[in-house]
Each structure stands twice: as structure tokens, then as C-alpha cells.
């Protein structure tokens, strides 16, 4: 399956490059092939570390089984949250909803704080009525730059109070 482009839609208010009727921007996410890869490559290690430390004690054959078991269960882990990671924003002018690729509500809440690693991940932290916090982590190869600009700029504020 491959990966469709990401479709941006008109900005959330006036202040937003590109809009000009003040409606709400959604933003549809890609597959982070990034973050897949990561994630495999943590299933891998975590696996053969078991048959490193397992190896010696057990014997080659005997630890194959116990290591097998761990790349399973991790794997499926790693289905599952894939599965589950959002796959739409919808940026208002006081909240940021959040869907998975299924179109379930994962989130929606105020954008509180935002943390920034370079250009490769933004993390925000999303506040709902409740005061209750979800942090949602994004990858560079998920969103457009244009996109990840101004969700960078949105936790900026939130986390200076300025929403």
C-alpha cells in the first residue's frame, strides 16, 4: 500500500498563510516510514538480545524459542500502535482534534506546551476539558513543513498561555 500524499485544507483562522474564510484546517498524516523503521529496527535488537543473554545459559537451539516469542509479541505491539497512530488534525482557532486512519477520536483538546527535536519530531501536548493531558508526537515525514510550522508555532504559544 502506498503512502497518499497529505491533502491540506483551508488554515484555521485569518492569521494562517493561505486562508481566506477563517474555517478550520485539516490536515490528513502519512505513514511515517521514519517511525516504522525505528520501531523495526528496536524489534530487531530487543530480540536478538534476548538470544545474546539467553544463548550462553540455555544453549543456541533452546534460546531461539524464547527470542522468537519476543520478536512476536513485539511485533504485533508494534502493528497495533501503528495501526492506532493518528491519522488526521483538524487545527481549530481553540482546539486541535486528533483522528486514526479508521476516523475514530483519538484526542481533542488545547494546545498546552510543544516540544521541537530540530526538524525531525514535535511532540505537543493536547489538554482536554478535563485537565487531563495527551501528548502527540509527530514525525517530519508525516506532515507537510508548511503544516508542521504552524503546529510548531501553535505549542509555542499554548505553552506561553498566548491561545
Not at 58 to 64: D, E, I, T
Not at 93 to 118: E, F, H, I, M, N
Request: hydrophobic residues 50%; proline residues 9%; glycine residues 12%.
Amino acid at each position: 500500500m502506498t503512502p497518499q500524499p497529505a491533502q491540506v485544507h483551508p488554515a484555521p483562522f485569518p492569521g494562517f498563510p493561505g486562508s481566506s474564510d477563517g474555517r478550520p484546517q485539516t490536515i490528513v498524516l502519512r505513514p511515517s516510514a521514519w517511525l516504522r523503521g525505528a520501531v523495526s529496527l528496536f524489534v530487531a535488537l530487543a530480540s536478538a538480545a534476548v538470544f545474546a543473554a539467553l544463548a550462553p545459559r540455555m544453549g543456541g537451539w533452546h534460546a531461539v524459542l524464547p527470542a522468537c516469542a519476543v520478536f512476536a509479541g513485539l511485533a504485533l505491539w508494534a502493528v497495533r500502535q501503528d495501526r492506532a497512530a493518528p491519522g488526521a488534525l483538524k487545527v481549530g482557532p481553540d482546539a486541535l482534534t486528533v483522528w486514526d486512519r479508521r476516523g475514530t477520536l483519538l484526542c481533542q483538546g488545547r494546545v498546552a506546551g510543544c516540544s521541537q527535536w530540530s526538524g525531525w519530531l514535535l511532540m505537543l501536548a493536547l489538554v482536554d476539558d478535563n485537565g487531563r493531558s495527551h501528548p502527540l508526537l509527530l514525525t517530519a515525514d508525516a506532515l507537510p513543513a508548511d503544516a508542521r510550522r504552524e503546529l510548531a508555532v501553535l505549542g509555542r504559544r499554548g505553552a506561553h498561555g498566548g491561545l
